[in-house]
């Protein structure tokens, strides 16, 4: 016979999920701390976004831009890295609030006109955030 039991899944443990946001966003950011690699990375994702309709050509950014690029591909980096060591209520909260702030720069950015292959960044940070205060919220 058949049971109708609701299935659950096991709780998932905040750490753990801290661990698991840092290391995506390591996988995903630490090119664009690097010089070198922070163009042709930013190339891959303007491809992508021509690949699904839209603009495929990289703005030019000069000197400049690609400095903020990389500053902010080390602050990112930095970020993940204090995250895989940090423990506790306060990097859990940290943590939310960071990704939450990403999410409503993004969703800005999209609505002025940012590349649309950039929602793919807002989904993952909402994810993040989901999983994150659900994590957050287990005894």
Same mark, same amino acid.
């Given at each position: 016979?058949?049971?109708?039991?609701?299935?659950?899944?096991?709780?998932?443990?905040?750490?753990?999920?801290?661990?698991?946001?840092?290391?995506?966003?390591?996988?995903?950011?630490?090119?664009?701390?690097?010089?070198?690699?922070?163009?042709?990375?930013?190339?891959?994702?303007?491809?992508?976004?021509?690949?699904?309709?839209?603009?495929?050509?990289?703005?030019?950014?000069?000197?400049?831009?690609?400095?903020?690029?990389?500053?902010?591909?080390?602050?990112?980096?930095?970020?993940?890295?204090?995250?895989?060591?940090?423990?506790?209520?306060? %990097?859990?909260? !940290?943590?939310? /609030?960071?990704? =939450?702030? @990403? &999410?409503?720069?993004?969703? $800005? +950015? #999209?609505?002025?006109?940012? %590349?649309?292959? !950039?929602?793919? /960044?807002?989904? =993952?940070? @909402? &994810?993040?955030?989901?999983? $994150? +205060? #659900?994590?957050?919220?287990?005894?």
């Amino acid at each position: 016979m058949v049971t109708t039991e609701p299935v659950t899944m096991p709780a998932e443990s905040a750490g753990g999920v801290l661990r698991q946001v840092a290391m995506a966003d390591l996988v995903i950011l630490a090119p664009f701390a690097v010089p070198f690699l922070a163009e042709r990375y930013l190339a891959l994702w303007f491809w992508l976004n021509g690949r699904i309709g839209h603009d495929a050509v990289v703005p030019d950014l000069g000197a400049t831009g690609w400095l903020l690029v990389n500053l902010m591909g080390f602050f990112a980096v930095w970020a993940a890295v204090l995250r895989l060591r940090a423990r506790g209520a306060v %990097a859990v909260r !940290l943590t939310l /609030a960071a990704k =939450a702030v @990403a &999410v409503v720069l993004i969703a $800005i +950015g #999209l609505v002025r006109g940012a %590349a649309p292959i !950039l929602a793919v /960044a807002l989904v =993952a940070d @909402a &994810v993040a955030c989901l999983r $994150i +205060g #659900l994590a957050g919220r287990q005894p």
